[in-house]
């Protein structure tokens, strides 16, 4: 009687920790639309999430208008909750320019490397990679995700053979204006190596407005349609 009494006292502590333990969200597969200022003109852009099966996922960040376009695919698993990239490509094309840079993240032997003709060397890695770390496109889903679930904004990410660490805080709320319909999204400002501003709003897998500065000045995209 007494060795049944301890069992299921064991078994009620061990259901009452799987429900106090915050649940993480599956991903989201998502097409969303931007308006978006790219290089000091309007443009267009675009966030998708496809799964391609067995726990793979693609992510596409695409931004156009008359004077360029840049592009970033980053493929993708998810690992204890955390999103693990696991390849990835960023194209660009500025007034005839073209640049091309891909990304392998190995996750069994611990190195990330980038190839691309117009990197040195010593932005071609290796990279000792840690868990838990993004990339820059990852790191758009990530913030919007974990904000949602109250968990940590702090990240490394890693781009061009080395890493840098990002914390974003919560700067208040802000009102976007989505296909006519006015959110309520709060401001998360990025502290680090690179500018970056997220706003993320409840309901939304992606953010429903971005501003980041690039290499050239800066890219804006505010949310005009999700599916």
């Not at 290089?39 to 726990?55: L, P, Q």
């Not at 500025?94 to 840079?101: A, I, N, P």
Request: charged share 20%; aromatic share 6%.
């Amino acid at each position: 009687m007494t060795r049944n009494l301890k069992s299921l006292t064991l078994m009620a502590g061990l259901a009452a920790t799987l429900i106090a333990a915050p649940a993480v969200a599956a991903v989201s597969t998502v097409n969303a639309n931007y308006k978006a200022n790219y290089m000091g003109m309007s443009a267009t852009g675009r966030i998708s999430v496809s799964a391609m099966g067995g726990n793979k996922y693609k992510s596409t960040l695409s931004v156009s208008n008359a004077l360029g376009f840049t592009s970033q695919v980053t493929v993708f698993d998810e690992a204890h909750g955390t999103l693990r990239p696991l390849s990835s490509t960023d194209s660009n094309k500025f007034m005839g320019k073209k640049s091309d840079v891909k990304a392998n993240y190995d996750w069994n032997g611990g190195v990330a490397r980038w190839d691309g003709d117009d990197l040195s060397p010593e932005k071609k890695g290796p990279a000792r990679m840690q868990a838990g770390d993004m990339d820059a496109l990852l790191l758009n889903l990530a913030i919007v995700r974990d904000f949602a679930e109250g968990r940590p904004l702090t990240y490394r990410m890693l781009e061009n053979g080395k890493a840098s660490t990002l914390r974003f805080t919560p700067a208040g709320k802000e009102t976007v204006t989505i296909g006519g319909k006015t959110v309520t999204a709060t401001k998360l400002v990025g502290s680090g190596t690179k500018s970056l501003t997220v706003w993320a709003a409840p309901g939304y897998s992606v953010p429903v407005k971005i501003v980041k500065a690039i290499d050239m000045g800066k890219l804006t995209l505010t949310l005009s349609s999700v599916n």
